[in-house]
């Protein structure tokens, strides 16, 4: 099992997080664009190489976004429009992958699922200055998928408090 921790950082144009790991080494940012139409953020290691494009789509039902991995799509990630207690989130890949995103009413939690075992997990930290989650993906399983769907999925819970 991998743990990260993805929180946001505080003064910055656009949105922008760090991810840590288990030793609080940083092993990844993630930083928006300032000048873009909806949200466009990347994915970078520590050298500034792009892992992953996290990518706004307009004009759709409910809100969705696209994750580019070298160039390809690798994962339509959307939030249900019609749920009454909690949210839910689906991670649409390339092929019999799909994930589903589900947390409590709170958006405090949420846990991936695939064909309904339980892939990986996002807890939000309480008590810090910015949205700060632990998240804890087993090995085998996408680390930047799982992180950038997370990203994701404060942009929608969470986006209009900043």
């Not at 939030?79 to 589900?102: N, Q, R, S, W, Y």
């Not at 064909?115 to 804890?136: M, P």
């Amino acid at each position: 099992m991998s743990r990260f921790m993805l929180k946001q950082r505080w003064f910055s144009l656009g949105d922008s997080y760090a991810v840590r790991d288990a030793a609080n080494e940083e092993v990844l940012r993630i930083r928006g664009k300032v000048f873009s139409i909806g949200h466009q953020l990347a994915v970078q290691d520590m050298s500034g190489s792009e892992l992953a494009l996290i990518d706004q789509k307009l004009l759709h039902w409910g809100p969705t976004y696209e994750i580019w991995r070298h160039g390809r799509l690798a994962a339509v990630v959307k939030k249900a429009v019609f749920t009454l207690l909690h949210c839910t989130f689906t991670v649409d890949v390339p092929g019999p992958d799909d994930l589903i995103a589900e947390g409590n009413f709170w958006e405090n939690e949420y846990t991936f699922r695939r064909r309904g075992q339980r892939v990986a997990s996002v807890s939000r930290e309480y008590f810090t200055w910015t949205d700060t989650y632990g998240i804890d993906v087993p090995h085998g399983e996408d680390p930047i998928l799982i992180i950038a769907s997370a990203v994701v999925i404060d942009l929608c819970c969470h986006g209009d408090q900043r």
